[in-house]
């Protein structure tokens, strides 16, 4: 059985520990100071150990994986909690935090060689995420295997080669939700404008993208011939698209992507 200590509970890592938390083939641990109490008392009925403060040495020593799902911005801070420390044998250190790179861990936690960045997504919460990942040359074919199945219990897994592609990631994947969520409200928002109540708004919208979603699955066709089947010339969806078009749907796209993954290099540097 693999020993897992997650720190850090916050949203993502409380997304993450939703969908661990019955699993077998694990024991888990988590350490989030403030939230210790709040903590306790929601999973009382689950094996989850909690602890208030940083475990001790010994403590440490049973950890099989550590999990750090802290904010970029106070990484630096909190690894020095954990720098010297002596790990298991084959420890593997694991982080969701954005934009920290590989390097980072091994100069701020010592004997910290098997390192795997992942990049999670908040659908996670229902088992329905995308995690991006991507491992030091170091990490063990076993490691590896440990978090990918850790990882395939919060939805789909997708190995990357290299750490640019991981920031590029979480700029699509996992701040992606974020953006559908907006584009979702301007949806609903406008169907409000045009005239119907909320109740309705919501049903309309949220099956005409889910059955969308579920259509481009089926069909495995490209995104652009499917609009085109529908946008007959001289119909509605044609005179829609227009609009659409003509405000650059591809290139606001890209500029918001461009956006967060140079927030993500930047946080990245945060403390380095
Ligand atoms: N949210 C997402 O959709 C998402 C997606 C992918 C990746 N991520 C990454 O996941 C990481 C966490 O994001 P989040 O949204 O979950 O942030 P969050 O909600 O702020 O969670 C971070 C948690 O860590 C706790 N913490 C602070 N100091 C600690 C310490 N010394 N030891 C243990 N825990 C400590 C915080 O407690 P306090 O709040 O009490 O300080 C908080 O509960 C970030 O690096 C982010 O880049 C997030």
Redesign the pocket.
């Known amino acids: 059985m693999n020993r897992v200590l997650l720190?850090?509970?916050?949203?993502?890592?409380s997304a993450l520990l939703n969908e661990w938390m019955n699993l077998k083939s694990h024991s888990l641990a988590v350490?989030?100071?403030?939230?210790y109490s709040y903590l306790k008392k929601k999973y009382y009925k689950k094996k989850i150990r909690f602890f208030e403060k940083?475990p001790n040495q010994n403590e440490i020593k049973k950890f099989d994986v550590i999990i750090f799902?802290?904010?970029?911005q106070?990484a630096k801070k909190?690894l020095n909690?954990y720098c010297n420390f002596e790990f298991k044998k084959n420890i593997l250190i694991v982080s969701?935090?954005?934009g920290k790179k590989i390097s980072f861990f091994k100069k701020n936690i010592k004997n910290a060689m098997q390192i795997v960045r992942v990049?999670?997504?908040?659908p996670a919460l229902i088992g329905e995420g995308v995690s991006c990942l991507v491992s030091s040359k170091s990490t063990s074919k076993n490691n590896k295997k440990t978090i990918n199945n850790l990882f395939l219990k919060v939805g789909k897994t997708i190995w990357l080669k290299n750490e640019t592609q991981i920031d590029k990631a979480?700029a699509i994947s996992?701040s992606g939700?974020g953006y559908v969520f907006t584009l979702i409200d301007a949806f609903e928002k406008a169907s409000q404008q045009i005239g119907f109540p909320k109740n309705i708004t919501r049903e309309m919208v949220l099956y005409t993208i889910l059955g969308s979603v579920k259509l481009m699955e089926n069909t495995k066709k490209e995104p652009s011939d499917l609009a085109d089947s529908i946008a007959v010339k001289g119909g509605t969806t044609e005179a829609g698209i227009k609009i659409l078009q003509k405000n650059k749907p591809h290139k606001m796209m890209y500029n918001t992507f461009l956006a967060a993954y140079k927030r993500a290099s930047k946080l990245g540097k945060t403390n380095d």
């Open positions: 720190v850090g509970c916050g949203h993502m890592g350490v989030d100071p403030l939230s940083i799902a802290i904010k970029p106070i909190v909690d969701i935090i954005a990049m999670p997504n908040m979480t996992g939700p």
